[in-house]
């Protein structure tokens, strides 16, 4: 088990080292924005790393794809594809959490609306088409 420091929070959590930092992050209730699910195709997910830098797993194919291979300079990284191996410090202050809280209560009443609404059979219904004039054929013209 590795600790992991939350920071603006100032929380410090115990994260298995099978984890990713995603999945550690919401058991432990912070709110992460990740429209993929954790399948590094959106980048919502990014974290800053602030120390422990050398206890990060190391960059899959998806997150270098996405972020670049630059992390030296932005100390970004995702968090989905992100594991830890001994004491990291991150700071999560993009991740507003009442914004994060917000939008995903919205997405899941949405989607609860959408599972309750049952789809009614449509009727044929008479739009005002007219039936064509027959077409008058004749020699003398």
Do not use: Y
Not at 28 to 50: F, R, T
Not at 87 to 93: L, P, S
């Amino acid at each position: 088990m590795a600790k992991l420091t939350i920071m603006p929070q100032k929380m410090t959590i115990e994260v298995s080292e099978a984890d990713t930092l995603l999945s550690s992050l919401k058991k432990s209730g912070l709110s992460i924005k990740s429209s993929c699910g954790g399948c590094a195709s959106c980048g919502d997910c990014i974290i800053e790393v602030l120390a422990g830098d050398e206890f990060l797993s190391e960059q899959t194919f998806e997150e270098t794809k996405l972020l670049g291979n630059i992390f030296h300079i932005t100390k970004e990284r995702l968090s989905c594809q992100t594991k830890i191996t001994g004491d990291v410090i991150i700071n999560i202050e993009k991740h507003k959490q009442k914004e994060v809280a917000k939008v995903r209560k919205t997405q899941l009443r949405k989607s609860k609306d959408i599972e309750q609404k049952v789809r009614e059979p449509r009727e044929p219904r008479d739009i005002g088409f007219k039936k064509p004039k027959k077409f008058k054929f004749s020699e003398e013209e």
